[in-house]
């Protein structure tokens, strides 16, 4: 598993492994050949042994008495000075041994005395007296000794070698621990410790300040790209990190906002009343726009120029989403005028417009622009606006049947726009929907066009009143309408009504009041508007308690919003094991984005090898899941994390 990476070993290791590798080869060849030395010295001992006890016992071959000769030859044997003895009188065997109790091997014609014959198992030499021949042997493997040897003296051997390496570890470690400690730092997500690392050599030092360098300056293009996001309009923005070479096209639906008045309100004010007031409202339009998914271009003076792609909501019209962010926008401003003292003698209104088209991404000579047709209609459009009374908004005919059921238009006429040369006609709405009218009319897929928290607060309270009367279908109605509502923050009522909800979901569901796809869509719902620091104690209980529900699908959607409140990883760890690919992935990648080790890698490694298509699959997205979020969240970690190049590696494999 992930074999092409675990050749990157920690240097005390390597060392220890090189040294331990080049100590064993060393002393097995130094220990190889004195011990062959030692055995070639025991080897002519014994020969010479051998030849002094067959001169010894020749006097009792030449009186025949082979009883008290074999009672030698056995004393002989054991003392280990002879292996084997035969004496032969003619075609008869006097006496014999040997270890293999077969005559037949030693019973030959020997034809050499008095001298020792040898090969490399066994050494002899024979006597002849008279007819009698007299021959002894011992066995003499030179190899076979030498292992005997070593493995008498094994125990000796292993000690001096866990000796060597144990001194060896330790003098390598304490030389080499600043720059262990020092890849430490940089293979954690945490590295400020790294100014706190003393080094003990020069290489050390000169490895912790070029980090230590590199650390500065990461924290400064970090600090650097924190100033140009606040400057650069997210639409820009968002078109550079798409990795897309300009200059390219898009579809999208240009919008502007203006504030009545404001030249009037620039003359009369003081720049800090105004600043304070325009902060605010500029304040509240971004949490707006964003909440619809729109992207800011530009903030000119005191009017907002913003886009939503085609691209970026499929399933949506984009003309829609613009009505729908109009809206609200007007609605802030009227909160705004409302909340105005009575001596500030102005109003707070605004006018807005949008149009839909073909809009590019360009590179200048200095930066980045959106050019396109709907920038220069959209423009036109909201200098037409005369009516100063009013919050209003204008667009085409053409936009007419997307802002059904959320604008009602009161005016429309033809008009030539500056700069054309063909007449349009035009449509003008200063009123809207409620989300009453929504739930009056059963009209829900328009909740997908109401994002405010007042609008979500509205909704909640109404779907809990629909699970008490159990209209089913409805509920799955709406909470499908409601997949594109995503809210960075919201308020304390949406956080409460939340919990409220899904804990009666929980509780209905158990009791078979509500279908098992109604209580997944909610906990989807709930990890999607409810901020991560935000989750109240019961929202996490009532998750917790669907770890264990019998439906995938219930498991897997608690998995994700409870690894999205930051849900200690150890009390999900299990459920990476899980039968079911699904929860088994979406667990995988919640614990990974808290912490990574072997036995993570080794839950993925059984996916992504997995028999079963759909199991890979679900391996695949998981670790797709996680090199992408790693890379966007600490590109450092992502390319010093040994854990994250095994997975790299077998990403490319």
Known sequence: MFAKNRKNKSVVVLIVSLFWIGYVIASSTQFYLNAK???????????????????????????????????????????NLVDFYIVQRGDQVALWYNNFDNLTGINVNYQIFNRVVENEELAIRTVKLQDTKFTVGVLQNKNRAILKTAWMMKSFIIRDLVIVTAILSLIVYLLLKDIIDLSKVLSSRSRADISKIKTRSLEADTLLKASMGLEGERVRLEKLSEVYGETVGPAIKHELQSGRPAPYSFQATMCRVDLNGYTQLFLEKDDTYLIQILNKYFARARAVIERYDGLI???????????????????????????????????????????LPKEANHYFKLKGSFAKGMMRFTQLDEGHALSGLPLIESVRLLSLVDDKSHQVLTFFKEASPFTEGLAF???RKVNQLKGFKEESLLCRARDFNSIDWVFNSARWEQLAYFRSDTHLLHILRKVRLMALTKREGD????????????????????IEESDLVLSNFVHSESEGLLSTKALSAMVSLVGRVIPA????????????????????????NAILVLGHFNYPARKIWEKMYSENNRVAADTIVEVAKQQLNDDLLAALERLLSSPHPNHRKSGAYARDCILRYYAEVDPVFFEAS??????????SA
């Open 37 to 79: 030395e030692v055995t070639e010295q025991q080897i002519l001992q014994r020969q010479q042994q051998m030849s002094f006890v067959q001169e010894s016992f020749i006097p009792l071959v030449l009186t025949e008495n082979f009883s008290l000769l074999k009672e030698r030859l056995e004393k002989s044997r054991t003392l």
């Open 297 to 339: 271009y530009q903030f000119v003076g005191d009017e907002i120029v913003f886009q939503f792609k085609d691209e970026m909501s499929p399933e949506l019209s984009t003309e829609s989403l613009a009505t729908a962010c109009i809206r609200d926008l007007f609605h802030e401003a009227s909160l705004i005028e409302a909340g």
């Open 409 to 411: 238009i009161f005016d």
């Open 475 to 494: 509920l799955i109605s709406i909470l499908s309408a409601l997949k594109h509502h995503r809210f960075a923050e919201t308020t304390g009522e949406v």
């Open 533 to 556: 620091q935000a989750a109240t104690p019961r929202i996490i209980e009532s998750l917790t308690r669907l770890l264990d529900h019998n439906d995938p699908r219930v498991q897997a």
């Open 642 to 651: 040994p854990h994250l190049a095994r997975i790299r590696a077998k990403a």
